[in-house]
């Protein structure tokens, strides 16, 4: 199983189990611990993942951590949990006061369903006020995961992830702005578009209409936007599906050449007719041909069998199907054998009469 899906089925398991977890001892044991294994530490070696890490702060001692994630004996990740029902808004103060006191220069600030990671780009050894990586693990976002990969220990690459941290830092508050343009569009926002598209002077008047005219406008263009990337994939669907059908047809086509129906495959068919005559009209008897069986129809369905023939190996096969579809094999040695099989040919063909 590849991260992506060892990630998404631990949120499946916090999601599940959530309502049983009363507190924050068992919220780091059912979905902290598992998140630390995920990313590939194990998290019962002291070498790797060190549980209640000493973080001294100035003149208190003993003061402790939840766990450190260790490399060549330094701390990397600092994590500090809470239990899932906490707000994470008030608590990253004491994250924030172990952060300086250590070399690692990486904070998590967890409640085992929101994650928190923390860096120090705007000063050094001192922990950003915000997270440049924050996620719901039971509604994760294929970018989330793509950038929580890097923490992966078979990945963990100091100098890229730190790269990336200040991106994903202004990008994830770009995307915050413009949440809250597009649902409460401030004075400054509209006023760009009214002096794009607008001559005159921009009154009182003039701003309040173009707000609503704004703000109506973005979300129009942003559905606009879903439903042509949505009939654009459901074209390309499409299309992938009628290649599919066409590759499937010439693929029957290209098996069914390779079918040859025997002499002796059609002189048992002509057995089973002269056995089933007086009970059934044996224009309704059929046959189709296969690569690794003969089968023999009534009324040409494929849900009703009468029996299959298996006539093309070293050995040769006489096979009816149970009430589960399972077929029941009996060896034949020669043709002939069929008829000692009549009585439950007539049975079957009976059952499918009542």
Not at 86 to 115: A, C
Not at 188 to 212: C, H, I, L, P, R
Request: some cysteine; aromatic content about 12%.
């Amino acid at each position: 199983m590849d991260f992506k899906d060892q990630i998404k089925q631990l949120g499946e398991r916090v999601l599940r189990l959530k309502e049983q977890i009363q507190t924050e001892e068992a919220t780091k044991n059912a979905f902290i611990m598992p998140f630390i294994q995920t990313l590939g530490y194990d998290v019962f070696n002291p070498i790797e993942v060190v549980p209640e890490y000493t973080a001294d702060i100035g003149i208190k001692k003993g003061e402790k951590v939840d766990y450190a994630i260790l490399k060549d004996g330094q701390p990397i990740i600092l994590i500090e949990c809470k239990w899932w029902g906490e707000n994470l808004d008030v608590h990253n103060s004491q994250l924030f006061r172990y952060f300086h006191t250590t070399k690692s220069k990486f904070g998590l600030l967890t409640n085992g369903i929101q994650f928190r990671f923390y860096t120090d780009m705007v000063d050094q050894n001192k922990m950003d006020e915000k997270p440049f990586l924050e996620f719901d693990i039971t509604n994760l976002k294929e970018q989330s995961v793509f950038e929580l990969k890097k923490f992966h220990k078979s990945y963990f690459d100091l100098n890229s992830i730190v790269n990336s941290a200040s991106e994903l830092k202004y990008s994830n508050e770009i995307k915050s702005i413009l949440a809250r343009e597009l649902n409460e569009p401030t004075s400054n926002f509209v006023k760009f578009f009214v002096s794009q598209v607008y001559v005159g002077k921009a009154t009182e008047k003039v701003m309040s209409q173009f707000t609503e005219i704004v703000k109506r406008s973005l979300n129009q263009f942003i559905s606009d936007s879903i439903s042509d990337r949505l009939k654009s994939a459901l074209e390309k669907e499409n299309v992938q599906e009628t290649e599919q059908i066409k590759l499937a047809e010439s693929q029957a086509k290209e098996d069914e050449s390779k079918i040859v129906t025997t002499d002796q495959e059609i002189e048992a068919f002509m057995i089973i007719k002269s056995i089933l005559r007086k009970n059934v009209d044996i224009k309704r008897i059929g046959y189709r041909d296969g690569q690794v069986y003969f089968s023999i129809l009534l009324d040409d369905n494929n849900r009703k069998p009468i029996c299959r023939l298996y006539l093309n190996g070293s050995k040769k096969y006489f096979v009816t199907l149970d009430e589960n579809k399972k077929e029941i094999k009996k060896e034949i040695f020669s043709l002939d054998d069929i008829y000692l099989y009549s009585d439950e040919l007539i049975q079957i063909m009976s059952n499918y009469e009542k």
